[in-house]
């Protein structure tokens, strides 16, 4: 047989597999339609992608068939207000990674908790004052007082500790005097605050020694290195 026979040959298998997945999946869509008849064709074929995506992924067909009725449900209302699957879902592909880690997408969901925040807010101002007095201190002759080691580390786990109180009352919407609790919160905490500072102020300035300017763009870099680091690895939000 010649090369000229065997490409031929070749290119005749290819189109008759090709023929072959474009009547399958026509009757795919057909099928779809049967059992989906109240969705619009383009939705039908996004049940067949969607159908196709979750296969491909090795979900259970006992979960799969109850994930597509909730689906084909929830479409058949929102195409009446001209609502398509895409629209509404994105990629099939995505609606199929969503219904297979539904359960770890809501976990994401939920806020986070107090020691998160206080994580959170305490290494942002801890970062951010460093940077700073980082800044003051380079058009300084002299070290401020102000900015001695203990400020810094006080101020962020004060900081920390009354922004995620202040965070924790505003995010339960459905508390009473909700505004109110928010502020009697935020008050406190330049209570606690202002109390501190006179508190540290006491403290000789050998103790509470100033950094220098490097060291504080130093803290301020390790500060937010860590806060991303953090909540890459433990998931922790922005809020």
């Not at 039908?44 to 491909?56: G, P």
């Not at 020691?115 to 058009?139: I, S």
């Not at 540290?200 to 290195?225: E, H, K």
Request: net charge positive; proline share 4%.
């Amino acid at each position: 047989m010649s090369e000229e026979n065997i490409r031929q040959k070749n290119q005749d298998a290819a189109r008759r597999q090709a023929e072959t997945r474009e009547k399958e999946r026509q009757e795919k869509i057909i099928e779809i339609n049967k059992q989906f008849s109240d969705l619009t064709k383009r939705n039908a074929e996004y049940m067949v992608k969607l159908n196709k995506a979750l296969n491909d992924q090795g979900f259970d067909p006992e979960k799969k068939a109850t994930a597509l009725q909730d689906v084909y449900e929830e479409l058949k209302e929102k195409q009446k207000q001209g609502i398509t699957a895409a629209k509404l879902y994105g990629p099939a592909a995505k609606k199929a990674d969503d219904i297979i880690n539904g359960p770890k997408r809501l976990k994401e969901q939920q806020p986070p908790k107090f020691w998160e925040m206080a994580l959170d807010n305490g290494l942002l101002m801890f970062a951010m004052f460093c940077a700073m007095y980082g800044v003051l201190g380079l058009f300084s002759k002299t070290p401020s007082t102000d900015a001695g080691w203990i400020t810094l580390f006080s101020t962020a786990i004060i900081a920390g500790l009354g922004l995620a109180a202040f965070y924790k009352v505003m995010g339960n919407r459905k508390a009473k005097h909700r505004i109110l609790r928010g502020i009697g919160a935020f008050l406190g905490l330049l209570v606690v605050w202002f109390l501190a500072f006179a508190l540290i102020a006491r403290i000789p300035v050998s103790l509470n020694r100033p950094l220098s300017p490097i060291a504080d763009f130093i803290f301020a870099a390790a500060g937010f290195g860590l806060r991303y680091l953090l909540k890459k690895k433990l998931g922790i939000r922005s809020y």
